[in-house]
């Protein structure tokens, strides 16, 4: 017996009657025994114990029912997430014609094992990495662009001069194949940015679109170079389409060194 019930059963012979708290009021008229109090607290412990089963049966059922609001985002999370990772290998797939897509001028000339469109654009992109640059020109924006100059090569291959293509027909496939290519990306803002930085370049529309630029004439009379000193070839035709073309002193000075160097293998 609580001590509650203790206190009341001690005062049943003076009540002739009391407010049971396990009924809905009063009940008149009626005498206390010891056996009414010991049934109220046997009463009130069942109903306590009752309430704990109820409590637990709420709780597994709000654990183990209807999948929350959150395994809902994850799924969602995670179907996005396959999706992106299916459009980046698509177009890392479709990049990696610029590796075995050989360049063209190399080519034409009779060079054994020429560098691929993807060689090109490396080491272009090592030189925006390393150039010492004004302080109103981005080096990242640069390397970005350096990587995706000619990016749009994987699809229509290396077009040059030499084979015929006029350059407004050339720009037109180009666009068309960079469009492809941001599409196959699946949009958003990485192939936003591809496609900015290639029209920048195209257009030589910034400081950092002119760097780049140099870097690729400079990047070919290097080449043009290593392979005159290499395969004892002649190659002279390609310093010659880039000789005062040059449109900031970065590309200026290193042209300027590789000629030089040229010159003093010659004598």
């Not at 992106?84 to 698509?90: E, L, M, Q, V």
């Not at 390393?130 to 229509?156: F, G, N, T, W």
């Not at 293509?165 to 290519?181: C, F, G, L, Q, Y």
Request: glycine content about 4%; charged content about 25%; overall charge negative.
């Amino acid at each position: 017996m609580d001590v509650s019930s203790r206190s009341l059963w001690r005062k049943s012979y003076l009540l002739p009657s009391v407010l049971c708290s396990h009924c809905s009021g009063i009940v008149p008229f009626r005498w206390v025994t010891r056996r009414t109090v010991r049934m109220a607290s046997l009463s009130s412990s069942a109903a306590q114990s009752a309430a704990i089963p109820d409590a637990a049966a709420s709780s597994s059922a709000a654990t183990h029912g209807a999948p929350s609001s959150s395994a809902a985002t994850d799924a969602a999370a995670s179907s996005s997430s396959e999706a992106s990772a299916s459009s980046a290998i698509d177009f890392l797939s479709l990049c990696h014609r610029l590796k075995t897509t050989k360049r063209a001028g190399w080519v034409r000339k009779g060079v054994q094992e020429p560098e691929s469109v993807a060689d090109h654009m490396y080491r272009m992109s090592v030189m925006a990495l390393i150039a010492d640059y004004s302080p109103d020109i981005d080096r990242e924006r640069c390397i970005k662009m350096a990587l995706v100059h000619d990016i749009a090569e994987a699809i229509v291959g290396d077009i040059t001069p030499s084979d015929g293509v006029p350059k407004d027909e050339k720009s037109r496939r180009e666009r068309e194949a960079i469009n492809h290519m941001c599409n196959l990306l699946g949009g958003g803002s990485r192939a936003k940015e591809m496609l900015e930085l290639w029209m920048e370049y195209e257009e030589n529309s910034s400081l950092e679109a002119k760097v780049v630029k140099d870097f690729d004439k400079v990047e070919m009379i290097l080449q043009a170079l290593e392979y005159e000193q290499e395969q004892g070839m002649n190659l002279d035709e390609f310093f010659q389409s880039t000789a005062g073309k040059f449109q900031t002193d970065v590309g200026k000075a290193w042209a300027l060194e590789i000629t030089s160097r040229r010159r003093k293998k010659q004598e």
